[in-house]
């Protein structure tokens, strides 16, 4: 199940509308008398084509889904994934063969001039993937997503239909709008989402779930879930959008809890986390970087 977050409801909780979409009478039918084994979530970054940021540096390349590959009009990223590393590793080998050739050693190689050490960027990998099938690819679904966000569910299907199966559009649309900037404060949304209680056999709650995916940290560890201003989920985010990380996190990480003196206070449960970052993408105020946890720790998904 993938939740779109430019929604703009600070009510939405993406993790019961999973489980509200299972109550479905067509989705129920294959999940009733089965057993849920695992648990996880994750951002998917599906900007594609419009999104690619520079593919090279000194010293590396993006691929995959670092980079943004995802064809979202297919929700499909594996083949690309792949692809883009199998160009990234012929550009790679042929600029360490074309060094050895010279005497010398280019690509990833350290190469040292006096007391400096230069790190060569392989430029050859961005021009493999423009004269790829991984770039038309990309192109030929760049629509997809702005038409649905500009035009809505019904339009921006038409819209899509029309792109991906009859004739592709020559023309470029562009969504320019930040997921965390979507959300409307609460005083201008009148509709709040009624989410069925979890049964516990089709439905269930987060903290479960949470269970299941064998998250672990360090204990004592500094949380890796860091505000860049501690005031602002209750002094901002509360009394605008009803602090929306309550519910856009998949794992119950964050919670407002209410003192004996009535004030309230935002708790971070950073050993609930499962590593999905929409913290860093979705919160309104942008107050929430999420850095790598020490240790390694985080899901350990038995079934991948």
């Not at 489980?19 to 008398?33: A, D, V, Y």
Request: proline content about 7%; overall charge negative; glycine content about 10%.
């Amino acid at each position: 199940v993938i939740a779109d977050l430019s929604y703009d409801n600070p009510h939405v909780y993406p993790f019961m509308e999973m489980q509200r979409w299972k109550t479905h009478p067509l989705i129920k039918q294959f999940l009733e008398g089965g057993k849920r084994i695992s648990y996880g979530a994750r951002a998917v970054v599906k900007g594609g084509f419009n999104s690619l940021p520079k593919l090279t540096f000194p010293g590396g390349c993006l691929i995959g889904d670092d980079a943004g590959f995802l064809n979202f009009a297919k929700i499909k990223g594996s083949h690309t994934a792949m692809k883009s590393g199998m160009l990234c590793g012929e550009a790679i080998f042929e600029a360490i063969a074309a060094g050895v050739a010279q005497g010398g050693e280019v690509g990833f190689a350290r190469i040292t001039e006096g007391d400096d050490v230069f790190i060569k960027e392989v430029t050859a990998y961005t021009q493999k993937y423009q004269n790829s099938w991984l770039k038309e690819e990309l192109y030929h679904s760049r629509n997809f997503g702005p038409a649905m966000h500009k035009f809505g569910t019904w339009i921006g299907g038409g819209f899509n239909f029309i792109d991906q199966n009859v004739f592709h559009i020559p023309f470029t649309l562009h969504d320019l709008v930040p997921d965390f900037s979507a959300l409307k404060p609460v005083n201008a949304v009148n509709f709040k989402p009624d989410y069925p209680k979890p049964d516990g056999k089709l439905t269930f709650d987060r903290l479960s779930s949470v269970f299941i995916s064998n998250t672990v940290h360090e204990e004592n560890q500094p949380s890796h879930l860091k505000l860049t201003d501690a005031s602002i989920p209750v002094n901002v985010n509360l009394p605008k959008w009803d602090e929306p990380a309550q519910r856009y996190c998949p794992a119950g990480v964050y919670e407002i809890v209410e003192e004996n003196d009535g004030s309230k206070r935002f708790q971070i449960n950073a050993a609930n986390c499962v590593h999905c970052k929409t913290c860093d993408i979705k919160d309104p105020s942008q107050n929430i970087t999420w850095v790598a946890p020490e240790g390694g720790g985080g899901p350990n998904y038995p079934n991948m």
